[in-house]
């Protein structure tokens, strides 16, 4: 897959085989709730890898290992050192790439954005759509590379003020719980995973801050054009 990389675009990245490979020339700083390798943690690199169907997922080795899967995939597409993967059912030619920039920072944003099992916080646990709902593919991940050098807080910070900007998009844009019964605040297995750089320092990142206004920004622009690609994905493929 020919990915289009945009003007100064900084992150190197490709996609191999269904799957996102995002490098670093030198570990970094990143929180996450990956299946593998979340929390914070030091990393050199972090896959998003695309499944091709939810029982190919079942069916597979990914099922019952998928940590040790993703840290042997992440070896065979080059990545030495530590890595943070995620999984999707999103198809990689809905990968979204964001880029802002203000005031010295920089956030460059990779959207996977599916709600087939969104949820509206608090929602009783269901893992599958009532028969009467159509499915579509679900999970978002939002992965965000930035330059700023973000302390331990504003890595909290940062997931929490990416979460609020997706849950605010998914409400503007009418998208509802699996049963149909209240507006979503997301998916099931949403994942947010934030690279901290080593440019300017933040102590902060909160939505007064300028690095959260950019991480606000843009989540919102690559959630609503991830919404976008796939319900065009999903015409053509009817």
Request: glycine share 10%; with cysteine; hydrophobic share 40%.
């Amino acid at each position: 897959m020919k990915v289009c990389i945009p003007a100064l675009w900084r992150s190197s990245f490709r996609v191999i085989d269904r799957t996102l490979v995002v490098a670093f020339p030198s570990s970094r700083r990143i929180i996450s709730s990956a299946v593998h390798g979340g929390g914070i943690v030091r990393a050199n690199g972090i896959l998003n890898h695309q499944v091709l169907t939810r029982k190919s997922l079942a069916e597979s080795d990914r099922a019952k290992d998928p940590s040790r899967y993703l840290g042997e995939l992440a070896t065979r597409v080059g990545i030495s050192g530590r890595c943070v993967g995620l999984m999707t059912a999103v198809d990689m030619r809905c990968l979204v790439l964001k880029r802002v920039a203000s005031e010295g920072f920089w956030i460059e944003g990779f959207f996977t954005v599916g709600v087939m099992n969104a949820v509206r916080a608090g929602d009783p646990i269901m893992t599958e759509p009532p028969k009467n709902r159509k499915p579509h593919i679900g999970t978002i991940n939002i992965i965000l590379i930035m330059n700023a050098r973000l302390s331990s807080a504003a890595m909290v910070n940062a997931v929490g003020v990416a979460t609020e900007s997706k849950t605010a998009m998914l409400l503007d844009e009418g998208i509802m719980n699996m049963s149909g019964t209240h507006l979503a605040t997301g998916t099931g297995t949403d994942v947010v995973a934030v690279v901290s750089g080593q440019g300017p320092s933040c102590r902060y990142s909160g939505t007064h801050t300028k690095i959260g206004e950019l991480i606000g920004l843009v989540v919102s622009e690559g959630v609503k054009e991830g919404l976008k690609k796939n319900r065009r994905w999903k015409k053509r493929q009817k």
